[in-house]
């Protein structure tokens, strides 16, 4: 199986800060990679895939990037509904799997 | 707009066999990837396997021999089978949708239900 690690775990952030998540693959993932939002009690929402398309209806502060091992989300100005946890999950190889997360609250 | 609901036991006695059912609405099952992945606090999210429009299955290995998933069209809806629980088990279970998107294309959960919760305890 793929291991999926992210850094850090745990941003501490205020409103209109830049903030930016890294993941990491044991392995060449090509651009297979795909980030997700969760909310507490709800489910993991979409807002990447193939390692920087934003998915329909995410807003454009939302990027991601990156290739191969290492990749990257970035917030560029955290707005109040952004406090949330974000995965990061391959797509390249069976069976999927996820990153541990990371989890944004407020500073 | 597709909307996937989960339903099933909220409670499964240890060695028995959890039986969870995702209807989708606003989407027929017989296109995409139907998925089920579980979450736990100790090993988070976890894909447990899909089935595909031709009727095909892929399975996590992990569980590949205590897990089945079948669809009915009749129906709309997916169904997930899990065998010989264990408190191991216990976990929001959720249903997603697998859309084939980008370059390079692969399938990614695009709309999920908003999961149940199994517990495994005598």
């Known amino acids: 199986d793929i291991q999926m690690t992210q850094s850090p775990s745990f941003v501490s952030a205020s409103v209109g800060d830049r903030v930016t998540i890294t993941c990491r693959a044991s392995?060449?993932?090509?651009?297979?990679l795909a980030w997700y939002q969760q909310k507490p009690g709800k489910a993991p929402k979409l807002l990447i895939f193939?390692?920087?398309n934003l998915q329909s209806g995410v807003p454009s502060r939302f990027s991601g990037s990156g290739s191969g091992t290492d990749f990257t989300l970035t917030i560029s100005s955290l707005q109040p509904e952004d406090f949330a946890t974000y995965y990061c999950?391959?797509?390249?190889?069976?069976?999927?799997?996820f990153g541990p997360g990371t989890k944004v609250d407020v500073k | 707009q597709v909307h996937l609901q989960e339903s099933g036991p909220g409670l499964v006695r240890p060695s028995e066999t959890l039986s969870l059912t995702c209807a989708v609405s606003?989407?027929?099952?017989?296109?995409?990837?139907w998925n089920w992945l579980r979450q736990t606090p100790p090993k988070g999210l976890e894909w447990i396997g899909y089935?595909?429009?031709?009727?095909?299955?892929n399975y996590n290995p992990s569980l590949k021999s205590r897990v089945t998933i079948s669809a009915d069209t009749s129906k709309n809806q997916v169904s997930l089978k899990l065998s010989s629980v264990t408190a191991a088990d216990t976990a929001v279970y959720f249903c997603?949708?697998?859309?084939?998107?980008?370059?390079?294309?692969?399938?990614?959960?695009?709309?999920w239900g908003q999961g149940t919760l199994v517990t495994v305890s005598s």
């Open positions: 997603a949708r697998g859309s084939v998107v980008g370059v390079p294309a692969s399938d990614y959960f695009d709309s």
């Open positions: 606003g989407d027929s099952i017989s296109t995409y990837y």
């Open positions: 089935i595909h429009d031709t009727g095909s299955t």
């Open positions: 392995q060449g993932i090509s651009r297979w």
């Open positions: 193939a390692a920087s």
């Open positions: 999950q391959q797509a390249k190889t069976f069976p999927r799997t």
